[in-house]
């Protein structure tokens, strides 16, 4: 329970650019190209936006700091 909680609290502090390519893709399992057609959006902008979404993640993740968004506002920039 308490992973679930700070995948969820990390997730809900990701830019929604970068949240909704990761949730769109690795929740959903939509493929990149399905996504490109309804976002209006390269595929590569959102296999980009997966993975920065990963990387703050997967940071976040690593040190427990999942209320804290503010902290990391270099890497939540979506590109």
């Known amino acids: 329970n308490e992973v679930r909680t700070r995948i969820r609290r990390a997730l809900a502090n990701l830019p929604p650019a970068l949240r909704e390519a990761f949730m769109m893709h ?14 209006d959006v390269s595929v590569s902008a959102l296999k ?29 920039q979506a590109r």
């Open 48 to 76: 980009m936006r997966s993975l920065r979404a990963r990387e703050v993640l997967n940071a976040v993740l690593a040190d427990g700091d999942v209320t804290d968004g503010r902290s990391r506002s270099s890497l939540y």
């Open 26 to 39: 690795y929740v959903d399992g939509m493929p990149y190209e399905a996504m490109a057609e309804l976002l």
